[in-house]
Structures are given as C-alpha cells and as structure tokens.
C-alpha cells in the first residue's frame, strides 16, 4: 500500500469481479508516497477524471466524511439518489445541517478545511446517475456503514462536546431501518 486515497466518484459494484462508473464525478485523489504515482497513472488510463489534493489524506478524508454523513444516509431513508435528493427542499435543508454539525466537529478537531462544507455538497449533488451505498445497502438489505461514517462523528462530537442533533437523527433513522431488515 502506498497511501493512495480516491473520493467523489460514483463507482457501483456489479459484480463479484465488476464495476461500472455511471456518474460524472471526478477522482479526488491524495498521494502519501511519492511512489504512488504509478497507481495515479494506472487510474489515469482509461480516461478517468482525477484531480490531485496533495498529500493530505487527513483534509480528504474529513472532506468526504462531511459530505458523504450528510447525503449518504438521507439518500437511503428515502430511497433517493443524490440527484434527485437535491431537488427536495427539505431534504436538501436536512443535508446542510448535517453537513454544518459536522464540520463544526472537524473544526473543533483542528482540522483545516480546503473547502466549505456547502461547496462538496453542492460538488456531490451535482453527481448525475449515482445510486449512493447506503441506499445500495438498504435496497439490498445490508447492514450500511452507518456506524463507521455517523458513528465516528458522533464519537467525536462526544470527545469534543459539540452539540449534533441532525446527526444524532439521522443516525438512529439507519439504524432502526437495518433493525427492521433483520426483524422483518
């Protein structure tokens, strides 16, 4: 492993051995290791888009976890893709809270934002012909990565003492649909 992070695209599974690309987005990618260049050329062939962020996976990271804990669960409690999501006023009012709660908690973190969180919502949104995993996960009936996305936030919004109301919601909303997969 090299270090190589890749976010913002709109890659769905299709098969045990199989992806497609049906979105528009772009591959964000941060690079470790110097050496990682040879897997951000490999992703360059076949005519991806991609768009260096330097070396800071941390920043990414935080990047995605703001966005994909704000539009990711409110997608699968829908049933929703983003861009169809984005249209709904109060779905779209929901999102931005989210959002807003979580990078409070990354600020409070110390992290230093390369971006607002109003501006990668607007970016993700934009994503055309992307069904999101956690409405992946609820269509299929999986336990969805709730716990890893809204469950760190939320342990760090303990840690920290920052008050996530939203988050806290829309938490308990995935969870009580992965119960009533497993009950039903």
């Known amino acids: 492993i090299v270090g190589v992070l890749g976010l913002y695209t709109c890659i769905r ?25 040879m ?9 991806l888009r991609m768009e ?11 990047d995605y976890c703001i ?6 669960p409110i ?3 829908l049933g929703l893709p983003y ?5 709904l006023q109060h779905a779209r009012e929901l999102a931005t809270l989210v959002a807003s709660e979580a990078e409070r908690v990354a600020e409070k973190a110390g992290v230093k934002l390369w971006r607002s969180a109003s501006e990668a919502l607007e970016e993700v949104t ?10 992946q996960d609820v269509n299929e009936r999986r336990e969805t990565e709730a716990d890893y996305i809204l469950g760190y936030l939320l342990r760090q919004a303990i840690r920290l003492d920052v008050y ?8 308990l909303a995935i969870k009580a649909i992965e119960e009533s997969m497993l009950t039903a």
């Open 83 to 87: 861009s169809k999501l984005w249209r």
């Open 52 to 62: 260096h962020r330097g070396s800071s996976l941390g920043e990414l990271l935080w």
């Open 67 to 72: 966005v994909t804990s704000a539009i990711q």
């Open 75 to 77: 997608s699968a409690i």
């Open 126 to 135: 934009d994503i055309k012909g992307c069904i999101p995993r956690m409405l």
């Open 39 to 47: 897997v951000s050329a490999a992703i360059r062939a076949p005519g």
């Open 164 to 171: 996530t109301p939203y988050i806290d919601s829309i938490y």
């Open 13 to 37: 599974r299709i098969g045990i051995d199989a992806v497609e690309w049906p979105g528009a987005g772009v591959l964000r990618i941060a690079l470790a290791d110097p050496n990682a260049a």
